[in-house]
């Protein structure tokens, strides 16, 4: 009887393979730019090239140090963590632009929303990166305090791989990881905007594989110096919305060969100050709103997609089945979304168990941030729904509203090569949003995500790596 008809159980012939001849190479690298960096400053570090036997995964292997220290006053991260402090994130080798993504800072705080589960933020997150799983807003950090994260290159093209790929360290010079410090009235939130900070004596972590001459060798027959692999990209684009307006007919420039999902963050403009409107120092980059958004649609080369424009309700279900339709996570009933709606309004009597800002509180209501509209005056957005210096229990009055239309039709996989069926916006194809509003409550500032999937190469003329969309 053939041991396939046994089943794995009764398999005693198969047997683990000898593993390959590798060992890892652990670097703590200083930046090239300097030691201590103030916002809106540029850190720089060199992955470095010119080891062709070394492998990094960028995704498990590389975390960025970050000692902060906040002076002035006491100040609260917004709920991205410490990502808040990176205004812009880019790799660049020897001129080529490999991944740039501006304001990543905003793109990371609405990504954690729904794809970070509140246990991930409550705990290893909360350590590591500034996180906090149960309300609406990141760390909290005292007058002087001094405090290191540890944080990963999450949109970065290089950590986006897919499938999964390590980064082949054998090209003919390093790529600069360039991170633009955000601005201290948009990383913190703090009374009157008084609080800064400094960021001193950052350092890149990485730890590669190097494989030994026979492992490389048969890796070399195998792959033949032909590196590739498939990522995952964003970029960015905005514009404006006045107070009053009911329609929106706006151009997004992105062209893809590969165009799978558009995200779009409405965010009032008063929103941006640290002293603006009702209730002072505001969570800028976590604050957003609907606006009154009643419907969206793409055109792309006449074309209307979905055909059927997504439309409100009252709680918002068809924008969030739309959102999770973007991700193909739809009906994945693990994942949550508990950071979109992570708010609810409470009692201050402690008649029976709950939660509250103040510790047991009876729940009275819950309350739905997705759909906040925002509103005219420019109160809201300053309250993440706990506190340490609450004197009452107080409800969240920040909106986490999240656009997004799905492009990607479906995945075909061959073997380990899947082939990404998103939409082609290359050679001049035109593509517009249309949105309705009830009526826009304050001028507002629409930030456009594209997500697409472009090639990373090492060019075999020029030992350099570089990317065709």
Known sequence: ??????????????????AAESKQISSAIPPRSGVVFAPSQVIEFAIPGNRPNEFLDVVNSVKIKLPVTVNGAAATLDRGGAYGFFNKVELVQNGVVLSSVPRANLLITGLSDFAMESSYKSSTGRLMEGFEGD?????????????TFFLSLLTANLAMTTPHRDLYLGSSAEIILRLTLESSVTALKSAAGAATYIVQSPELHMTSTYLMPPAMDELNRAVKGDYKMLCNSYDHMSANIAQGATTAHIKLSFAKASLERILFFIRPNSHF??????GGPKFSLGSRCTATLQSYQLSI???????????????????????????????????????????YTIGVSNVEPGTSSLGSAPQIVKSNPFMLPGLANGSGGDNAGKS????????SNIGTFIGAVNLEGGLITSGNSPIYSGVNTLNGTDMYIDMTFS???????IDFYSLSTELVFLDKDTNMWSKRS
């Open 1 to 18: 009887m053939s041991s396939s008809k046994l089943g794995d159980k009764l398999n005693f012939v198969s047997q683990k393979g000898q």
């Open 135 to 147: 309300c609406l807003r990141g760390a909290i950090m005292a007058d002087g305090a001094s405090r």
């Open 273 to 278: 100050s640290q002293t603006a409107g009702t």
């Open 301 to 343: 080369a006449g074309t209307l997609v979905p055909q059927v424009p997504i439309r409100a309700d009252t709680q918002g279900a068809e924008f969030m089945y739309s959102l999770l339709g973007s991700d193909n996570i739809v009906s994945n009933y693990a994942q949550g979304t508990a950071g979109l709606l992570n708010s």
């Open 388 to 395: 340490a210096d609450d004197t009452v229990a107080q409800p």
């Open 439 to 445: 009526a826009v409550p304050a001028d507002s500032t």
